[in-house]
């Protein structure tokens, strides 16, 4: 298995610009996660689906925010519109129910 | 709320000089805890998952711990290659998401 693969690797945008972040998570898994990172707050849950379906979207900053898993191989995560403070590493995660989840490489977003 | 505290935030060791990091945790029903290494710029890379207090699990170096109330990963005789930023994360009730630590930040030198 290629592990859990997200895309791009690097954006960088302008403020006010739609993005957005694609992650395809590991066969046979039934739990994806976005989280963000940052130096100051560390690694933060933003939200996770289970079987496709959204369970806690309570770590989203705001409605500029939104993520979606249409079937279980791919998950989007879109800001629109993009702020500087959105500005990030994000990373997506999966894993079986009760098992440590696999990271991808993350997404480095760098809105000016 | 459930919570994660790692300490210290850095610690600087030399070749060979063994030492522990800590993780606390205040967890309604824990599931599981966690330990994971970053290097810079990649994803976290899963090591070890403890269930009950008194388990412990190795993995080379390392040596992972859980009590009722936190965890220790001992590192024994470090080599520069230990080198990463060690995140702790708790998972509580059924169904939720880990929540993470700030990670310790630890740096090894020959």
């Known amino acids: 298995d290629a592990g859990v693969i997200q895309s791009p690797r690097h954006e960088v945008t302008e403020m006010g610009q739609e993005v957005t972040l694609r992650c395809k998570p590991i066969?046979?898994?039934?739990?994806l996660f976005w989280y963000r990172q940052t130096m100051m707050r560390g690694l933060e849950l933003l939200i996770y689906f289970n079987n496709n379906v959204p369970i806690d979207d309570s770590g989203m900053p705001e409605d500029r925010f939104s993520a979606k898993m249409p079937n279980a191989s791919f998950s989007t995560l879109k800001i629109q519109p993009s702020e500087p403070r959105d500005s990030a590493v994000y990373f997506c995660a999966s894993s079986l129910y009760s098992t440590g989840s696999t990271f991808g490489s993350g997404t480095r977003l760098t809105v000016v | 709320e459930d919570q994660v505290t790692q300490s210290p935030e850095a610690l600087r060791l030399q070749e060979g000089e063994s030492s522990s990091l800590n993780c606390s945790y205040t967890?309604?029903?824990?599931?599981?805890l966690f330990w994971y290494r970053q290097d810079p710029g990649k994803g976290p890379e899963f090591l070890f998952t403890?269930?009950?207090a008194g388990e412990e699990k190795e993995k080379e170096r390392l040596k992972a711990t859980l009590t009722k109330k936190e965890s220790f990963l001992h590192i024994t005789a470090p080599k520069p290659e230990d080198s990463a930023t060690y995140l702790c994360a708790v998972g509580g009730q059924a169904g939720t998401a880990l929540i993470f630590g700030k990670g310790t930040t630890l740096s090894v030198s020959s």
């Open positions: 967890v309604s029903g824990l599931r599981g």
């Open positions: 066969s046979g898994h039934d739990y």
């Open positions: 403890l269930y009950s």
